[in-house]
């Protein structure tokens, strides 16, 4: 049987607080989004689908994450995005630690795939079907305009197995790994 995993960046509980507080007017706004649930705010780094036991994948993780450095992130902008999934999301800068790990595991695990994209750092904040170009537009344009002062330091990366559930996906935080030391 083979599971999902996603190595994730969790966003602190005082952070989730004030996104969701920044995007209250939208949620208010647009109530038939389906709205991620603030503790379900995670960076997915990279996805992994496999059917080895738990123990091997975990082993994998701390040699891919061995001896790496806490980094900040900085978010950039609340956006949207329609490409087959429509998403309202928050995007993050850049980081060079960070763009390093997800490489290093596109390496670890011979995933070509994963080599098509660039790496960029974002949390779902919601989930939605608009019919128009106009109403796309006006999302984008209002999304914009939110402000999004946030940064926070990481220090721990993740592990999340996917479970599917009557009322939607739950994920479960399997394990947590450390990053070397403190700033």
Not at 93 to 106: A, G, H
Not at 112 to 128: D, L, M, N, Q
Not at 151 to 165: A, G, P, S
Request: charge should be positive; charged fraction near 30%.
């Amino acid at each position: 049987m083979k599971h999902r995993f996603f190595l994730s960046i969790k966003i602190p509980t005082d952070k989730q607080d004030k996104i969701a507080k920044a995007v209250s007017s939208l949620r208010l706004e647009y109530p038939s989004f389906k709205w991620i649930d603030k503790e379900d705010y995670y960076i997915k780094l990279y996805t992994y689908n496999f059917s080895s036991p738990f123990l091997r994948i975990k082993e994998q993780f701390e040699r891919i994450l061995f001896e790496r450095n806490p980094f900040y992130l900085y978010a950039r902008e609340l956006g949207v995005f329609i490409d087959g999934k429509r998403l309202l999301y928050l995007d993050f800068f850049k980081q060079k630690e960070l763009e390093s790990i997800v490489q290093d595991t596109r390496t670890f695990f011979n995933n070509e795939s994963g080599f098509k994209k660039k790496f960029t750092p974002y949390v779902v904040i919601a989930r939605y079907r608009i019919g128009s170009k106009q109403q796309y537009f006006l999302l984008k344009k209002k999304a914009q305009r939110v402000k999004m002062d946030l940064e926070f330091m990481v220090d721990r990366l993740l592990l999340l197995k996917e479970i599917h559930t009557n009322s939607g996906i739950v994920y479960d935080e399997v394990s947590e790994f450390p990053l070397m030391n403190s700033f």
